[in-house]
């Protein structure tokens, strides 16, 4: 039987969609291993805290749903520390690509606050939120966050290893049906 155009494109799209799924668990468990063996180094270096806020806001704008907003909350200035930029970032774009999963509408908040000798990063959302059962095994591997919604359950276990690694906590407060926010910190450290 000769399928359709339409039939071929929607087959092509499923082989695309899975493919792309398997490079990310690949990817994920290498990651991973790379971070538990100490074969994947940090790279401090200075970095410019509010400015990253920024950059990771603009990336992330193109990729909201048209029924939710994107936020952005940081402090006026300048918050210069010294940490690993692309890590730092990896851990941010995670938790905003589950916040974008699991809300359909209402608002994202990327926030950057100073507390004392920490910075405070997080993503907060209007989405479905995680039950109480789930939040204790949330940074844990392959717990998913939501079962319906596509990713490996690798992403929260790896942003966990990383900001032990840059020396700051990780954490989660999240209520079923009205949302949840993820946050870490960093030491606030001109040097290392």
């Not at 905003?96 to 993503?123: C, D, M, Q, R, Y």
Request: overall charge negative; hydrophobic content about 35%; some cysteine.
């Amino acid at each position: 039987v000769t399928e359709s155009e339409e039939e071929k494109m929607q087959y092509l799209e499923i082989i695309q969609r899975n493919s792309n799924l398997l490079l990310q668990l690949i990817n994920d468990i290498l990651d991973l291993s790379r971070i538990e063996s100490g074969k994947s180094e940090m790279h401090f270096q200075q970095v410019e805290i509010a400015s990253l806020v920024e950059e990771v806001e603009k990336v992330h704008q193109l990729k909201m749903k048209s029924s939710v907003e994107l936020n952005v909350i940081r402090p006026e200035g300048e918050y210069w520390t010294s940490t690993d930029r692309n890590r730092v970032m990896q851990v941010l774009f995670n938790f905003l690509s589950n916040a974008i999963k699991n809300t359909e509408k209402g608002t994202i908040t990327l926030g950057l606050k100073h507390e004392g000798p920490w910075l405070k990063l997080f993503v907060s959302d209007t989405g479905c939120g995680i039950s109480k059962e789930k939040l204790p095994q949330i940074f844990t591997r392959f717990e998913k966050l939501n079962d319906f919604v596509q990713g490996t359950g690798l992403g929260l276990s790896i942003s966990r290893m990383i900001i032990e690694k840059l020396g700051g906590e990780i954490g989660v407060t999240s209520e079923v049906g009205k949302g949840s926010l993820f946050w870490f910190t960093l030491p606030y450290r001109t040097s290392v």
